[in-house]
């Protein structure tokens, strides 16, 4: 019966697929043919409406009906409908593509939306305890709803992202606990950042009235780039404090703001090698990630098997060692030598 099931789908897919390279190759023929030459604005609007109705249509007849997860589906297919229309049709005739690019705001924040909705639901519906603090919880339910591990976490980054920057101002009782430990107050990264915000601020309206002489649109996209960049930092940074590091069941559990996270078994420690600041290697290692903001690295933690390391947007990255920067280096030395050999540079 799975295998059944498993070829029907397979054979939806294909039909699918089918279809739509269909649809593409008529709608090419048709803006390459005489008929789109005498009446470009009805062709537009036909070859328009086909490749960004019709083709999401299709999808949602022969897969997108089948599954739970059709709007998380449907809707990005749409956007990238959108682009394609965009290429196929001449720029003269974007008239009704303009009026559709409208749509992909709002698509795509009911998208986010309806995600958040699921989400809350499943994490307060749930009867098991689930591993992690509330931005992983968060990313294991959306990838279950999702289906696609990469397109739930990009979503759910993204969330964090305006989460944490906007909402996220109060430190957690995690970071609090004896057992947390930092790796960015010992920098003074808070008073970089704020130094870094002000120039930020005052070169992005000076670029912004230099390039609107050019083009308007350029000096917007450049502004609203360092508007989300400077959101990112601001997240960014209450992450920092909202998810500190822990030593908690035998885990060494490494939150770096919206980083790297990764969960280390205690046993899983070879060593933990110290490093001079004054001498330590700068080069970086293949097979490393580094938790440190401003300073050198003062511990490397090297494992005796490879673990992956998680970073936002779903990067992810195998690893066999960890340079880290503990703010307090005789907290971090306390709870980890218990498990781990200590070793001397």
Known sequence: MTSVAADQDWTRKLGFVLSALTVLAVC???????????????????????????????????????????????????????????????????????????????????LIGFLIMRVRRALRDSEAPMEGDGFERACAVAVDIIGNRVAAEVLVGEVAVWYFALARWRRSNEADDARAITFHRQSGWGAVLTALLIVLAGESLAVHVVVQHFSVAIAWIITLSEAYGVLWLLGDYNALNSRPTVVRNGELRIRHGLRWAATVELTNIAAIEHLDPLRSDTRRRRRSIRIALLQPATRRIVLRQPLTAHAIYGIRKVIESIDLAPDDLERFDRLCQASAPTLGA
């Not at 490749?51 to 990005?76: C, D, I, M, N, S």
């Not at 749409?78 to 303009?98: G, I, K, T």
Request: charged letters at 15%; aromatic letters at 18%; proline letters at 6%.
């Open 28 to 110: 090419i023929a048709i803006v390459r043919s005489h008929f789109y030459t005498a009446r470009p604005d009805v062709m537009a609007w036909a070859v328009t409406f086909d490749l960004t109705f019709t083709v999401p249509f299709l999808f949602y007849l022969f897969v997108g009906r089948r599954q739970k997860r059709a709007a998380f589906l449907v809707v990005p297919l749409f956007l990238a409908c959108l682009a394609m229309a965009s290429a196929v049709v001449p720029r003269d005739q974007h008239f009704f593509l303009r009026t559709l690019e409208f749509l992909a705001v709002p698509a795509e924040l009911f």
